[in-house]
Nanobody, 114 residues
Framework: QVQLVEFGGGLVQAGGSLRLSCAAS????????MSWYRQAPGKQRKLLAT???????HYADTVKGRFTISRDNAKNTVYLQMNSLKPEDTAVYYC????????WGQGTQVTVSS
C-alpha cells in the first residue's frame, strides 16, 4: 500500500504561481507512475499531468506550457509547478500513484482569484 500526502495549496491571484508537493510512503518500490489530477466543484476529476519512472511526461492540453510535473525519487516526492494560474484552475488537486485504481492523496485546495 502507498500513502500520499499533498502540500502547497492555497490562495493565489491570477497570473501567479504555486508549487504542489506530494510525499509518498509505504510500498514505494511499487510506484511506477505518479500523476496529478484536479476536481473543480460540480465537475469530474481530471488528469493533469503524469510522470512515469523515466523522464517522459504527459500533460493535459489545458495545462500544457503552464504546469510542470517533476519527480525526486530520492525523496519519494512528486511536484507540480503551476505558473500563469487562471481562475478556472481553482479546484482540489490530488496526487495519484499508479493510475485511477492506485493510491490517492487527500487533496489540497487551490484557489485562484481574479
Amino acid at each position: 500500500q502507498v500513502q500520499l500526502v499533498e502540500f502547497g495549496g492555497g490562495l493565489v491571484q491570477a497570473g501567479g504561481s504555486l508549487r504542489l508537493s506530494c510525499a509518498a510512503s509505504g510500498n514505494i518500490v511499487s510506484i511506477v507512475t505518479m500523476s496529478w489530477y484536479r476536481q473543480a466543484p460540480g465537475k469530474q476529476r481530471k488528469l493533469l499531468a503524469t510522470i512515469p519512472r523515466g523522464v517522459t511526461t504527459h500533460y493535459a492540453d489545458t495545462v500544457k506550457g503552464r504546469f510542470t510535473i517533476s519527480r525526486d525519487n530520492a525523496k519519494n516526492t512528486v511536484y507540480l509547478q503551476m505558473n500563469s494560474l487562471k481562475p478556472e484552475d481553482t479546484a482540489v488537486y490530488y496526487c495519484n500513484a499508479n493510475g485511477e485504481f492506485g493510491s490517492w492523496g487527500q487533496g489540497t485546495q487551490v484557489t485562484v482569484s481574479s
